[in-house]
């Protein structure tokens, strides 16, 4: 999209635009940084309120699915894999750190000990920081064709129950 067309979308002059942001980097970057603030200011209100784990996935795919709906268009996720690099590379850095210290912090304290078998914590975090950063990113999920809904879907069912079935008794 050129600055004209971001213009007329807008309603206002170019001039105008201008006046805001020195070039489109410039306003793409902006509107980066207001996304990945309003993602954070909503994850914290969400990990706020207590929730059991199984609840705590629930809201929090509940929320994913709803950032799907406004940024889940492969197109545009692909063009800013490929004009914007750095961008990125920024939200990718966002994204591990809000899963490492909000979500799995959250995920592991105390309160929800009862639901949570005994493993040693630092192992399943990196076990699903990795899971997350190899699956859960927009990249693989455009490189494989796959829907952004199912995949955060499968992931959460992979981390509730693994991938063995259940054995009849």
């Known amino acids: 999209m050129?600055?004209?067309?971001?213009?007329?979308e807008a309603g206002?002059?170019?001039r105008t635009l201008y006046r805001y942001y020195r070039s489109k980097d410039e306003l793409v970057e902006a509107a980066i940084d207001v996304f990945l603030a309003d993602i954070s200011e909503k994850i914290n209100e969400l990990t706020a309120v207590h929730y059991n784990p199984d609840e705590m996935f629930i809201?929090?795919?509940?929320?994913?699915n709803h950032l799907r709906l406004n940024i889940g268009n492969p197109l545009v996720l692909d063009d800013?894999?490929?004009?914007?690099?750095?961008?990125?590379?920024?939200?990718?850095?966002?994204?591990?750190?809000?899963?490492?210290?909000?979500f799995m912090a959250k995920l592991f304290h105390e309160e929800n000990k009862a639901y949570l078998r005994d493993l040693d914590?630092?192992?399943?975090?990196t076990a699903m920081l990795a899971?997350?950063?190899?699956?859960?990113?927009?990249?693989?999920?455009?490189?494989n064709g796959l829907t952004?809904?199912?995949?955060?879907?499968q992931l959460?069912?992979?981390?509730?129950?693994?991938?063995?079935k259940e054995k009849n008794k």
């Open 156 to 164: 959460i069912e992979f981390f509730k129950h693994g991938f063995l």
């Open 2 to 8: 050129t600055m004209d067309e971001l213009s007329a």
């Open 121 to 125: 914590y630092r192992v399943v975090i």
């Open 131 to 143: 899971a997350i950063d190899a699956v859960g990113n927009p990249e693989f999920i455009l490189s």
């Open 12 to 14: 206002i002059s170019k």
């Open 59 to 64: 809201q929090i795919f509940k929320y994913v």
């Open 80 to 102: 800013l894999r490929q004009h914007y690099p750095h961008l990125w590379k920024k939200i990718a850095a966002f994204r591990k750190e809000i899963i490492k210290n909000v």
């Open 148 to 153: 952004f809904e199912e995949t955060v879907k």
